[in-house]
T-cell receptor
C-alpha cells in the first residue's frame, strides 16, 4: 500500500491561512488523496478528497502537485475550532478496501 | 441524520470474557471498516467489508472477528479479549460504487475499551 508522510505538528495564528503538506511519493494512478481531521474525543471527520485536479469545498482547498507525489490541504482562515489532528490518506479507486492512516499532523491554532 | 453509531462508548471488561462492539450506519453504505487507535500508532485497520457477506483482513486482524449479515450492521467481536486489545475503536462506512475510492469515509464516535 502506498504510504503518506506528514509533519508531526504545525502551528498557526487565528485568522491566518494554513498549508498542511503531505508527501505520497509512491502514489499509484488509481489512488485518490483524502484528508480527514480528528478533534479531541471524536472520530475522524472527512475534509476533502481529489484525484488530479485541485479541489475546493466549504471547509478547505486541496492542492495536488502535477506529479501527484505531494498535496497540500489549505485552510483559508484558521479558527480555534480548526485545532485538530489532520490525516492524509490514499484510497485506491479500484480496491478501496484497505485504508492506511499515518500519524497525521497536529495543528495548533493560537489566538 | 446520516450517521455511524457505535455502542457502547465505553467498556471495561476482564481478560477472556467475550464481547461485541456494535456498529450501525443509516446511509445504505456498502463499505464498512473497523480501526483501532493507540497513542503513537495512529489509526490501524482491523477488518473491512465491501458488502454483505464479504469481509477481509486489514493490517491488525489478530484476536478479532467480524460479520456482515446485513448492510447496515458490522459488529466487532472479541472472542477472548486480552489487555493488549485495550484501545480506542472506530467504525467507518462509505458508499462504494464498484470498489471506488472516490467515497468519503464516515466515522462513528468511538468505543473506548479497557481489558483488565
Amino acid at each position: 500500500d502506498a504510504k503518506t508522510t506528514q509533519p508531526n505538528s504545525m502551528e498557526s495564528n487565528e485568522e491566518e491561512p494554513v498549508h498542511l503538506p503531505c508527501n505520497h511519493s509512491t502514489i499509484s494512478g488509481t489512488d485518490y488523496i483524502h484528508w480527514y481531521r480528528q478533534l479531541p474525543s471524536q472520530g475522524p471527520e472527512y475534509v476533502i478528497h481529489g484525484l488530479t485536479s485541485n479541489v475546493n469545498n466549504r471547509m478547505a482547498s486541496l492542492a495536488i502537485a502535477e506529479d501527484r507525489k505531494s498535496s497540500t490541504l489549505i485552510l483559508h482562515r484558521a479558527t480555534l475550532r480548526d485545532a485538530a489532528v489532520y490525516y492524509c490518506i490514499l484510497r485506491d479507486y479500484t480496491n478501496a478496501g484497505k485504508s492506511t492512516f499515518g500519524d497525521g499532523t497536529t495543528l495548533t491554532v493560537k489566538p | 441524520e446520516a450517521q455511524v453509531t457505535q455502542n457502547p462508548r465505553y467498556l471495561i471488561t476482564v481478560t477472556g470474557k467475550k464481547l461485541t462492539v456494535t456498529c450501525s450506519q443509516n446511509m445504505n453504505h456498502e463499505y464498512m471498516s473497523w480501526y483501532r487507535q493507540d497513542p503513537g500508532l495512529g489509526l490501524r485497520q482491523i477488518y473491512y467489508s465491501m458488502n454483505v457477506e464479504v469481509t477481509d483482513k486489514g493490517d491488525v486482524p489478530e484476536g478479532y472477528k467480524v460479520s456482515r449479515k446485513e448492510k447496515r450492521n458490522f459488529p466487532l467481536i472479541l472472542e477472548s479479549p486480552s489487555p493488549n486489545q485495550t484501545s480506542l475503536y472506530f467504525c467507518a462506512s462509505s458508499l462504494s460504487r464498484t470498489l471506488s475510492g472516490d467515497s468519503p469515509l464516515h466515522f462513528g464516535n468511538g468505543t473506548r475499551l479497557t481489558v483488565t
